[in-house]
C-alpha cells in the first residue's frame, strides 16, 4: 500500500505583507531512486549538499562524493543556462 503525506508551506513575496499557504499532496508508490526523475535527483544532491554544509544531524551517510555524482548525473537535457553544471 503506498505511503501518503501532505506538505504544508508558507511563503511571502519579499516586497508583499501577507503570506500564502500551499499545500501539497504526495504519494510515495515505492519507486527506487534510480528510476526517479533528473529533476527529482538533482534536487536531492542540492538538498543532501546543504545538510553536509550545515552539518546536519538529518544528512545520514551522505558525502559530497556522492552529491557530486547524483547532480553529474542528473544534469539532464534540460540545463539551457547551465545553472545544473555550475552546481
Known amino acids: 500500500m ?3 503525506l501532505t506538505v504544508w508551506m508558507r511563503y511571502k513575496q519579499p516586497d ?3 503570506s500564502k499557504e500551499i499545500e501539497f499532496p ?3 508508490n515505492g519507486q527506487e531512486f534510480a528510476a526517479a526523475s533528473d ?3 538533482f534536487a536531492s544532491a542540492v538538498a543532501s549538499f546543504g ?3 550545515r552539518d546536519s ?3 545520514g ?3 559530497m562524493a556522492g552529491v557530486e555524482e547524483i547532480a553529474h548525473d542528473a544534469i ?5 543556462n547551465g545553472y545544473r553544471t555550475e552546481f
Open 2 to 4: 503506498p505511503s501518503r
Open 76 to 80: 539532464g537535457e534540460n540545463d539551457e
Open 39 to 41: 529533476d527529482f535527483k
Open 26 to 28: 504526495l504519494t510515495d
Open 61 to 63: 551517510d551522505a558525502s
Open 57 to 59: 544531524q538529518y544528512a
Open 51 to 53: 545538510m553536509l554544509l
Open 16 to 18: 508583499g505583507g501577507a
